[in-house]
């Protein structure tokens, strides 16, 4: 949906190169969710945050992988190091509260491309 | 218990067909249903959704059935159209938690 911005839409590294996907939510919705999606997979849950705090990240790998989502500005995934396994659909979800699916929105993702 | 198992992987319907889509649950926890769906190059974007205390929910040429004994629920598109051809993912949510599950989607192809 239009309302969810990710940048950048497409983005290429090399193995080793640090990644940053950024995310800003719809006006008015202060919670995040990060999902990614491998080739022919679901979306997988990574992180829900609100701004200033991680509420979950059970699914978000213990290494390499960080979000946040400040005061002031997009939320962030950051991955360390990528590996090509990394390569994937990463999408953003906001909403306007918690376990708010029935008005939360989903961005046109980013496509992380590990050469 | 947090899967969500969706069937086909994927669908080949005339048009003017019926495309049959089918999601089973184990966690009878879930008390959100929503279906999504997703063209090339594009987020998911949430078709329609139900709840548990109903048997069928229909918006346009989407219904949803749902069978809470079994923990299945379907989405049917009648008169499907080619426009209709994209990724349809099946999804559910607790109540209690955070996140939404999806299946692992249904490539649809409707043919002229």
């Known amino acids: 949906n239009a309302g969810v911005m990710q940048n950048p839409r497409h983005l290429v590294r090399r193995r080793g190169q640090e990644a940053r996907l950024r995310c800003s939510p719809m006006k008015g919705h202060s919670h995040v969710y990060w999902y990614r999606q491998l080739p022919e997979e679901g979306l997988k849950f990574m992180v829900y945050?609100?701004?200033?705090?991680?509420?979950?990240e059970s699914g978000m790998p213990k290494e390499r992988f960080s979000a946040e989502f400040p005061k002031e500005g997009p939320s962030i995934l950051r991955i360390q190091q990528v590996v090509r396994g990394d390569s994937a659909a990463y999408f953003c979800?906001?909403?306007?509260?918690?376990?708010?699916?029935?008005?939360?929105?989903f961005g046109q993702g980013t496509r992380l491309t590990v050469v | 218990q947090q899967q969500v198992k969706q069937s086909p992987q994927s669908l080949i319907v005339q048009k003017g067909g019926i495309s049959i889509i089918n999601c089973a649950y184990e966690n009878t926890a879930f008390d959100y249903f929503p279906w999504y769906q997703q063209f090339p190059g594009k987020g998911p974007a949430l078709l329609i959704a139900i709840r548990p205390d109903v048997s069928e929910k229909k918006e346009g040429r989407f219904t949803i059935s749902f069978n809470k004994s079994a923990k299945q629920f379907s989405l049917h598109i009648m008169d499907s159209q080619p426009g209709d051809s994209a990724t349809y993912f099946c999804a559910a949510y607790t109540g209690g938690g955070n996140k939404l599950t999806f299946g692992t989607g249904t490539q649809l192809k409707v043919e002229l």
């Open positions: 945050l609100q701004k200033e705090n991680i509420i979950d």
């Open positions: 979800a906001s909403s306007p509260g918690q376990g708010g699916w029935a008005e939360a929105f």
